[in-house]
């Protein structure tokens, strides 16, 4: 599978701040996801990555709050605006690839906590 | 909507026991994927084991291994031999219908190995 690296692993932030995360995998690879995991919780999809145009929402999550951009088909980014402390999460990139296309491999998540 | 079931927030098994974690879904495919993730304290979420709709035998992988009852809509995760390091959070996840890439997620089961 490929291997997948997310930057930053943590960080702390103020409310009112952005917070832009990147995922880098090491092989071109078909789709890339965003997730979310709020403390305590499962994971809930905020968008598919798509390259070359516009990502794809879900339902509650909307693109100035959550900005995200893949420019190839190895990198992505997603961006949390205007943080509060309800952003607190983890949040993680997944890709699939290689010959199981419908099976998603994960970054390590990048640990957000908004004070 | 789809949803995905995990009826044992928490369980614990002895050192080199064998534990079976519980899983249902709702779905109104007839071609989909299932897969148990491990998520450890360390966050990394890492595929445990994969089974496709479609095929009647029980997907293994090692010391994994899964009860896919497809009629029930279930689909169980057995770990043999349990070791301390399968202490994680897991994570029952399906695709919505052939071709789809989406996931959904249960609310996951917390597994501690005890010594």
């Known amino acids: 599978s490929a291997v997948i690296s997310q930057k930053p692993s943590r960080d702390i932030c103020q409310r009112g701040t952005s917070l832009t995360i990147q995922c880098q995998v090491d092989s071109q690879v078909t789709m890339m996801f965003w997730y979310r995991q709020q403390p305590g919780q499962s994971l809930t999809l905020i968008a598919t990555?798509?390259?070359?145009?516009?990502?794809?929402?879900e339902s509650g999550f909307v693109i100035d709050k959550f900005p995200i951009s893949r420019p190839n088909l190895t990198f992505s980014t997603l961006t949390v605006s205007n943080m509060s402390p309800e952003d607190s999460s983890i949040y993680l990139c997944?890709?699939?690839?290689?010959?199981?296309?419908?099976?998603?491999?994960f970054g390590p998540g990048t640990r957000l906590l908004v004070l | 909507a789809q949803t995905v079931t995990q009826s044992q927030p928490e369980m614990s098994v002895q050192e080199a026991e064998t534990v079976t974690l519980s899983c249902t879904y709702d779905t109104s495919e007839n071609n989909y994927y299932l897969f148990w993730y491990k998520q450890p304290p360390s966050r990394q979420m890492i595929l445990v084991i994969r089974?496709?709709?479609?095929?009647?035998q029980n997907a293994t992988e090692n010391r994994f291994s899964v009860n896919f009852q497809k009629a029930a809509k279930s689909f169980s995760l057995k770990i043999s031999d349990s070791q301390l390091g399968d202490t994680a959070m897991y994570f029952c996840a399906s695709t919505s219908g052939a071709g789809s890439y989406q996931l959904t997620f249960g609310k996951g089961t917390k597994l501690s190995v005890i010594p």
């Open positions: 089974q496709e709709a479609y095929k009647q």
């Open positions: 997944s890709v699939t690839s290689g010959g199981f296309q419908e099976t998603q491999y």
């Open positions: 990555a798509n390259q070359g145009s516009e990502a794809t929402y």
